[in-house]
């Protein structure tokens, strides 16, 4: 009895353990979405806050490896020429993220990021070869059809926004075909670690175009000088960048604890909560067609995980 009792106990440890990393997942990115639209919104700096939140990460990582939390990887000139393409379209997709952040609500720049898996199937099979079942097809019908239904109907719709948030997907997703193009099936790096050096990379690509395109202004005189409270500011814009590497940190906890579609529909259920939670601090106006075109495009991509769970299963012989 004794021994099934310590499994029992074991596992409610280990569910106890998923369930508040899911938690501090969805608790980082709502913070980080809040706190990053309240600066974006006065400091219309995007290429400054991208860089900023690069530099919190490059700490972050630092800490991490000095104090042993995690092992230091081992790295070699062939290995960061590898990462290197990686690091670029990760920069690019971030700047692109802000940039739509800066110029549309939350709610409607997580909406068009649905649409995700569009671009994932599209360059997976220019790319890799893969062809999409039927199913994965059918489900992206829904993402498409209720992006355009509430990019119809968005009333802070700009095309700059709207650009922005369309090219973040492109890059993330030709991130992701990059990293299985260049990677293969080797793993030099585990997934902390491989995001962590991206992060230092970005940072360090990020900051000459900071300087050629605003300058560093980062600096108390500078926002003061623009007529904001600059302790306000400052503090949002790193509060900001603690919580954009901590989710990205513990997404990539949860996905060496759970399936890959696990943690597709767990983000599905994060971008919900984010919509949720940034029209109520926001007080975002939402109009009837509006919230229905999100929540197909959200049914669509909770479709698409399912979709992309049954194709994925082995055939029996």
């Not at 997907?169 to 030709?174: A, C, E, K, P, V």
Request: charge should be positive; proline fraction near 4%.
């Amino acid at each position: 009895a004794a021994p099934a009792e310590e499994e029992a106990g074991g596992g409610m440890g280990k569910t106890l353990l998923l369930g508040s990393l899911f938690g501090l997942w969805y608790f980082f990115n709502i913070y980080f979405n809040i706190a990053n639209k309240q600066v974006l919104k006065v400091f219309t700096a995007p290429v400054t806050c991208t860089w900023l939140q690069f530099a919190v990460g490059c700490c972050m990582a630092s800490l991490m490896w000095a104090t042993r939390l995690h092992k230091f990887p081992k790295l070699d000139r062939d290995l960061l020429l590898k990462i290197l393409p990686l690091a670029c379209v990760h920069s690019l997709g971030n700047l692109l993220t802000n940039v739509s952040l800066g110029k549309v609500a939350v709610s409607f720049t997580h909406t068009i990021k649905a649409m995700e898996p569009f671009f994932s199937v599209v360059l997976s099979s220019i790319f890799l070869g893969d062809t999409p079942t039927l199913p994965v097809v059918l489900s992206l019908l829904p993402v498409a059809g209720g992006v355009a239904l509430a990019s119809a109907t968005e009333v802070s719709f700009n095309w700059a926004g709207f650009g922005a948030a369309m090219g973040s997907n492109l890059t993330f997703q030709s991130r992701n075909v990059l990293s299985k193009k260049i990677m293969g099936g080797s793993k030099p790096l585990d997934n902390i670690n491989l995001f962590s050096v991206i992060t230092l990379m970005s940072c360090t690509l990020m900051f000459p175009v900071m300087l050629l395109t605003e300058g560093f202004i980062f600096t108390p005189s500078h926002i003061a000088g623009l007529g904001l409270d600059a302790k306000y500011v400052m503090t949002r814009a790193i509060f900001a960048g603690i919580c954009f590497h901590s989710y990205q940190q513990v997404s990539y906890m949860i996905l060496q604890r759970v399936s890959p579609v696990t943690h597709s529909i767990g983000n599905c259920v994060k971008r919900v909560v984010v919509i949720v939670s940034s029209v109520i601090v926001f007080a975002t106006p939402v109009s009837m067609l509006n919230g229905v075109g999100t929540g197909i495009a959200l049914l669509g991509v909770f479709a698409y995980s399912q979709a992309k769970r049954l194709s994925s299963k082995p055939k029996a012989a």
